[in-house]
Nanobody, 124 residues
Framework: QVQLVQSGGGLVQAGMSLRLSCAAS????????VGWFRQYPGKEREFVAA????????EYGDSVKGRFVISKDNDKNTAYLQMNNLQPEDTAVYYC?????????????????WGQGTQVTVSS
């Protein structure tokens, strides 16, 4: 069974940076596409970023383009979300997700495995 364990959330001021990590076990990471989603209270999960199995291709949600960077280290079985110039509207619970069915996916229903979620809070 695949487990995704997230780390790296917290409270920061606007304009600062955070890096989220998503460590996978029980999976050959090079065969695994990874996505990041976020969820506001009472809302559906929103696509943030995705990276292909090889790490070659990436996709970003419009609201984070130019500020967030997704990456993965297949040797460490870990994916990252570097979040720069954070704004109060980025405050949400962030989830990483993984799939071996698709080479790259932006919809949450394409993902089989999910991390536990981590809170990111940005103060103004």
């Amino acid at each position: 069974q695949v487990q995704l364990v997230q780390s790296g959330g917290g409270l920061v001021q606007a304009g600062m940076s955070l890096r989220l990590s998503c460590a996978a076990s029980g999976r050959t990471f090079s065969n695994y596409a990874v996505g990041w989603f976020r969820q506001y209270p009472g809302k559906e999960r929103e696509f943030v970023a995705a990276i292909s199995r090889s790490g070659t291709w990436t996709e970003y949600g419009d609201s984070v383009k130019g500020r967030f960077v997704i990456s993965k280290d297949n040797d460490k079985n870990t994916a990252y979300l570097q979040m720069n110039n954070l704004q109060p509207e980025d405050t949400a619970v962030y989830y990483c997700a993984g799939t071996s069915q698709f080479s790259l996916a932006t919809r949450q229903f394409s993902y089989d495995d999910w991390g536990q979620g981590t809170q990111v809070t940005v103060s103004s």
